[in-house]
Antibody
Framework: EVQLVESGGGLVQPGGSLRLSCAASGFTFSSYWMSWVRQAPGKGLEWVANIKQDGSEKYYVDSVKGRFTISRDNAKNSLYLQMNSLRAEDTAVYYC??????????????WGQGTMVTVSS | EIVLTQSPGTLSLSPGERATLSCRASQSVSSSYLAWYQQKPGQAPRLLIYGASSRATGIPDRFSGSGSGTDFTLTISRLEPEDFAVYYCQQYGSSGTFGQGTKVEIK
């Protein structure tokens, strides 16, 4: 079964750090771009970052540049999001998602169940 | 940066009715890179449409997408009870910008 499972969310104080993980299974992880998408409580979806198959290209939404780092370990079929200098506005459910590639117009065809990050004192 | 604006914000309809959702881009978007997602409460989004008009695997044919340039539409021909949800459009450039969503609720 094709699956993405996120972990690592929790409660953290403003200015703190957290590392999210996403474990992939059921497909060739190293063949796909991967993204992180977040959703603040009661709000819409916001793309956060993505990473190329070999990790050589990474892109971020402006609001997290310099604070978040996306990475991957293809040997472990895992995607990561290191989040530093966290702010209250980073509070959200964080989803990892597979980008479907050229055949799907790069749409996000597989999503994890999400992990909640709460930034509060 | 391309901004996607969805309308209406909320659509109140009855089962069996037709739903028409709009997604307008601030600048031209390649049809190849326009997608639609469905999200139900407490669940992850699900891909419905990619390439503006192609249905994803397992998506019923009552869902259809159309449009080009800056104007795109998701149509649900006859609403089933399980279709009441929030729908998002997305464009893919070097990033994956989403619209703010349209909620389809039971009238």
């Amino acid at each position: 079964e094709v699956q993405l499972v996120e972990s690592g969310g929790g409660l953290v104080q403003p200015g703190g750090s957290l590392r999210l993980s996403c474990a992939a299974s059921g497909f060739t992880f190293s063949s796909y771009w991967m993204s992180w998408v977040r959703q603040a409580p009661g709000k819409g979806l916001e793309w956060v970052a993505n990473i190329k198959q070999d990790g050589s290209e990474k892109y971020y939404v402006d609001s997290v540049k310099g604070r978040f780092t996306i990475s991957r370990d293809n040997a472990k079929n895992s995607l990561y999001l290191q989040m530093n200098s966290l702010r209250a506005e980073d509070t959200a459910v964080y989803y990892c998602a597979r980008e479907g590639g050229t055949t799907l117009g790069w749409a996000f065809d597989i999503w994890g169940q999400g992990t909640m990050v709460t930034v509060s004192s | 940066e391309i901004v996607l604006t969805q309308s209406p914000g909320t659509l109140s309809l009855s089962p069996g009715e037709r739903a028409t959702l709009s997604c307008r881009a601030s600048q031209s978007v390649s049809s190849s890179y326009l997608a639609w997602y469905q999200q139900k409460p407490g669940q992850a989004p699900r891909l419905l449409i990619y390439g503006a008009s192609s249905r994803a695997t397992g998506i019923p044919d009552r869902f259809s997408g159309s449009g080009s340039g800056t104007d795109f539409t998701l149509t649900i021909s006859r609403l089933e009870p399980e279709d009441f949800a929030v729908y998002y459009c997305q464009q893919y450039g070097s990033s994956g910008t989403f619209g703010q969503g349209t909620k389809v609720e039971i009238k």
